[in-house]
């Protein structure tokens, strides 16, 4: 394989103690490439081909990886090629969100062996820890007794200050409950699997990286709109936390009021506000919550909703481009496919509309991954704090 195809990861090192350093290099190189050869993994990792022998063997013997066919070639012996095994690593990934929470159980492929979802009026503590104990034995049972030995962890995503708003959920005054509440004690009661936390709009960000279409770029912006709008930072090809786990939290830019001044893109370019507005026209907006998805009732507050979202996100995507040079900004939600792909070309066309003198605004692209995102992000959490690199 020509090296312009191969996904470039830092070098590895042929020195004793760093073991696990070199087997999450390998599981990293096959996973963003697909199965190779030890001789390719020693050409570009640049460890021996005696160490990557070594790792692989080991490896498959943990049952991390798999044994192709062999590939002969004109000359030498046949190569082998090395794949990740599928039921390698399993984990749980739930998001938590202002209406509705979503489990998945996911393989180290980021293939969905099942899921569940619950829709609520507000989230509250004992109803989403609850959930989660009866849901994950209901999808545990599901699995083989070799799958339920290689569970890894549970990932959570969930937003941010999710008690500062009560408000506009229209929860009761003990919402702030959340405040004090503490994952890992909670989790630590239905599960001995290790936790892993991570702001939603990060987990979303992750999922698009892994499996949607953030490999076509090196440094992107990625929103994702919820109940409430978030976003998440790639940097030289790797998801950006920040140092306060909150990177891309967009939902703070400032932009345009529809009757002046200004508003936080939060209030200008939430699926909240569409809801309040189908609601205020006697529709089902529960209904907006559960899958499949299907809008098609929502007319015309859904376009007026598109159309006020697009000028919005214009604005933000202008003020995201001049502090950073990113490449696109990846437009992904919790709606129909259809209604996303509306929504990147009005967004689009706002664009055009602003001044962007001095700079080269991002480019509004569809996302690819879609409403399951921050579910699959925090399901990516556990194997990628463990197995991968970035």
Known sequence: MDGSEIHRLSNGANL?????????????????????PGSDLAKHTGLSAQTVSNILRKLEA????????PQRGRVGKPSVPMALDPDAALTFGLKIGRRSADLVVMNIMGEVLDASQITYRYPMPDLIFGYLDREMQRLGAGLTPYQRERLCGIGIAAPSEIWSWTEVLGAPQDFTVWRDIDFVEEVGRVS???????????????????????????DYAHVFIGSFIGGGVVLNSGVAAGAHHNAGAFGSLRVPGPEGGELQLIDAASLYLLEAAIVEAGGDAAAMWEMPQDWRDYEPMLSEWIGATGKAL?????????????E????????????????????????????????????PEAALVGANARALGAGCAPIYAQYFFQ
């Open 16 to 36: 004793t103690g760093v073991r696990a350093h070199n087997e999450r290099l390998i599981l990293s190189m096959i996973q963003r490439n697909g199965a190779l």
């Open 192 to 218: 001995p699997l290790p936790l892993f936390v991570e702001n939603d709009g990060t987990a979303a960000c992750r999922a698009e990286h892994i499996f949607g279409r953030g490999r076509e770029f090196t």
């Open 328 to 363: 696109a900004i990846l437009i992904d939600g919790a709606f129909p496919a259809d209604v996303r792909h509306r929504l990147v070309e009005r967004t689009r066309e706002e664009l055009e509309k602003l001044d962007t003198r001095g700079m080269v605004p991002p480019r």
């Open 62 to 69: 943990e049952g991390f990886l798999l044994r192709g066919e």
């Open 314 to 326: 214009a604005h933000a995507t202008r003020s995201i481009g001049s502090v950073m040079d990113f």
